[in-house]
């Protein structure tokens, strides 16, 4: 099955730096790439996800990378807040139908951004 | 958006009890559902997958007996674990997806705690 490799598994930046979360995964056949953040006792939130087909996508702060040769998918942060501290999941899945298909997280990165 | 409610949020319970924890899509329909449980500072880990109308898949060295998983709509998949003991307690989060490529939503989750 699938295994997915994530690092750091903590990371403290200071407020308006950048932050980057690293994922590496195992199957091939994976094509979906989420990232949820997690705040302490609550859900996990999707923040941007990817797919195969392409290798960059950006959300305002946000960005996520991906590298299918080398099997590896990156976080990125710009302009970090304070309310950005949590603890981030990285997860992989295959299938078109996302909706339908288990993730596979990674162990989590927690974020901690200083004022 | 699509949500998804999950109900209670937060159960103490004696050793040996049994626990019913619901899982709903409020505004779309799931024929599949997923159960994760996530220890203190750890990643989530799927359990099962819940399939409308049909047996729960569980995850090697989950304990189909002891996880009893009903799936009987197509918007309600309950998880019962039965006869828990202590070791059984952590959260319990479930999630959803709709059709095609819709990314999964996860529940609030529910917090277990055996005495």
């Known amino acids: 099955g699938e295994n997915v490799e994530q690092h750091p598994s903590t990371l403290s930046v200071q407020e308006g730096d950048s932050a980057v979360i690293k994922c590496t995964y195992s199957d091939s056949a994976s094509n979906y790439f989420p990232w949820y953040k997690q705040e302490l006792g609550k859900r996990p939130q999707l923040i941007i996800d990817i797919r195969s087909n392409v290798g960059e996508k950006k959300d305002q702060r946000i960005a996520v990378t991906l590298n299918k040769t080398a099997k590896h998918f990156s976080l990125h942060i710009t302009e970090t807040q304070p309310e950005d501290s949590a603890v981030y999941f990285c997860?992989?899945?295959?299938?078109?139908?996302?909706?339908?298909?288990?993730?596979?997280f990674g162990s989590g990165t927690r974020l901690q951004v200083q004022p | 958006g699509a949500v998804v409610s999950q109900h209670p949020s937060w159960v103490i319970c004696k050793s040996g009890t049994s626990v019913k924890i619901e899982c709903r899509s409020l505004d779309f329909q799931a024929t599949t559902m997923f159960w994760y449980r996530q220890f203190p500072k750890q990643s989530l880990m799927l359990m099962a997958t819940?399939?409308?109308?049909?047996?729960?898949?569980?995850e090697q060295g989950v304990e189909k007996d002891k996880f009893l998983i009903n799936h009987a709509s197509l918007t309600l998949s309950t998880l019962t674990v039965t006869s828990a003991h202590p070791e059984d307690s952590s959260f319990y989060i479930c999630?959803?997806?709709?059709?095609?490529?819709?990314?999964?939503?996860f529940g609030d989750g529910t917090r277990l705690s055996i005495l």
């Open positions: 819940s399939n409308e109308g049909s047996k729960a898949t569980y």
């Open positions: 997860a992989a899945s295959y299938g078109m139908d996302t909706g339908r298909r288990a993730l596979t």
């Open positions: 999630s959803a997806g709709g059709q095609g490529s819709q990314p999964q939503h």
